[in-house]
């Protein structure tokens, strides 16, 4: 399987412990993207990684939240001391941006991984 | 305030007709998507517009730009086609997403 890959697929967590989730994008992508989707609602821009950078976060990623893409391919998403607030799904998507000067940049379509869901008791 | 307003939010049909979802938008951006996510929560990209119109199957994606509008509509619909469709719209630095709810259709046989 080639596509966008996550792990764990379900986490059951007690408030207060920290958990990590990882994304795999699709190979050679070098954009990677983390939302969260609560139920009911459409998903939540987090951040973005542009290659190992952290281009963007979102006022939704309190400081218990951290991510890294340290070498530019996985990434992880880690939220320390969670809270019941924190239960959703977490979703990852990737994209390749094309270089500066070929095609329209803001044509990179998003492919989305099948996410992580995180039950915080 | 959501920059993105999906219409209607539930929606039941009977197999074989025409269904049509609306999107609204305030801001300027880059691109406009429909996305289909099924139980489960696998979302799947349908179209990317930034003008005019496409055609998929029996899937039909429009957008006005100048109105902040677009439209999905699905010909002849069938129960597979029961699903949550999301709108959402690309800007800021990175083209990240902004998603609307989502319309829950529901086609019966």
């Known amino acids: 399987d080639t596509g966008v890959s996550q792990d764990p697929r379900h986490k059951i967590t007690k408030r207060g412990q920290n958990v990590t989730f990882r994304c795999d994008p699709i190979s050679e992508h070098n954009r990677l993207y983390w939302y969260r989707q609560t139920l009911g609602q459409g998903p939540e821009f987090l951040t973005y990684f542009q290659n190992e950078a952290q281009l963007e976060k979102s006022r939704l990623l309190s400081d218990r939240f951290s991510a890294e893409r340290p070498k530019g391919s996985f990434s992880t998403l880690e939220i320390q001391r969670t809270e019941q607030g924190d239960s959703a799904m977490y979703l990852c998507a990737s994209s390749l941006l094309p270089r500066v000067g070929t095609i329209d940049t803001s044509t990179d379509t998003q492919y989305f991984g099948p996410g992580t869901r995180l039950t915080v008791l | 305030k959501n920059e993105v307003e999906q219409s209607p939010q539930n929606l039941t049909a009977q197999e074989g007709e025409f269904i049509t979802i609306n999107c609204s938008y305030s801001?300027?951006?880059?691109?406009l998507h429909w996305l289909q996510q099924h139980p489960g929560g696998g979302i799947v990209s349908l179209f990317m517009l930034s003008s005019g119109k496409k055609k998929h199957g029996r899937l039909i994606a429009t957008i006005n730009i100048q109105e902040k509008h677009s439209s999905l509509h699905i010909t002849a619909s069938h129960p597979r086609d029961s699903a949550v469709y999301i709108c959402?719209?690309?800007w800021g630095p990175g083209n990240q997403f902004y998603f609307g709810t989502g319309t829950s259709l529901t086609v019966i046989p």
């Open positions: 801001v300027g951006i880059s691109a």
């Open positions: 959402a719209v690309r």
